[in-house]
């Protein structure tokens, strides 16, 4: 069974400082991985997914297949990125949708 | 239309009685899930519903809960005789399809007291 990981519960960065949120799966197949996020207040919605290869409010993520791994990074982060982050794989049927536990950023001033 | 949208968005009820949660998806999305999250805590599947195929129950906790979707339109949660441990925010999102990207909704703050 597919499987996300998600080993940090919290993260706390300095503003301007690199941050990266780990994200680790366990599947067989070739999955599609996304991350999600939620700020304070706000619905749950998505913030990328791999097969988009883009960047999106200068977070990128790459997946690596060897590792097993899609973390997510951002060079310099800020304070508005503070919100809790989810990494979520679907296996390559789309038959199957898991959610990681979640990491909360917080990024201080 | 706006987006998922989801009602009530509280809900306070005693420990025994039924709640009926509601989830109004994006129309032509044919996916939606209902998901469980608990305060300081991630995401619990519960219920997938996709087009007219039978539901995946897979994630429902206990027979006290059960979940209804007429079509591709509103689904229902419903949680019998309510426990302490019901209390959570109660999500639900849509996606085109299965493994697409789901939109969530505003979800429903559950306290049973």
């Known amino acids: 069974a597919q499987r996300v990981t998600q080993p940090e519960k919290l993260l706390s960065v300095f503003k301007g400082a690199p941050v990266e949120l780990k994200c680790n799966y366990s599947y067989s197949g070739s999955p599609e991985l996304f991350w999600y996020v939620q700020y304070s207040r706000q619905r749950l919605q998505l913030l990328l997914r791999h097969i988009s290869r883009e960047s999106i409010k200068g977070f990128t993520a790459d997946l690596n297949k060897g590792e097993t791994s899609f973390h997510l990074k951002k060079p310099f982060a800020q304070e508005e990125d503070s919100a809790m982050y989810y990494c979520?794989?679907?296996?390559?049927?789309?038959?199957?949708?898991?959610f990681g536990p979640g990491t909360r950023l917080s990024v201080l001033p | 239309g706006a987006g998922v949208s989801q009602s009530p968005s509280n809900k306070v009820t005693e420990k025994g009685k039924d709640v009926e949660l509601r989830c109004d998806p994006i129309?032509?999305?044919?996916?939606l899930y209902w998901y469980r999250q608990r305060l300081g805590q991630g995401l619990e599947f519960l219920i997938y519903f996709q087009g007219n195929s039978a539901p995946d129950k897979s994630g429902l906790p206990s027979d006290r809960f059960s979940a209804e979707r007429t079509g591709e339109s509103v689904s229902t949660l419903t949680i019998q005789r309510t426990q302490q441990e019901d209390s959570a925010v109660y999500l639900c999102?849509?996606?085109?399809?299965?493994?697409?990207?789901?939109?969530f909704g505003p979800g429903t703050r559950l306290l049973v007291l």
């Open positions: 129309s032509g999305h044919t996916a």
């Open positions: 999102a849509a996606s085109q399809d299965r493994g697409e990207t789901q939109y």
């Open positions: 979520a794989l679907s296996d390559n049927y789309g038959q199957n949708f898991v």
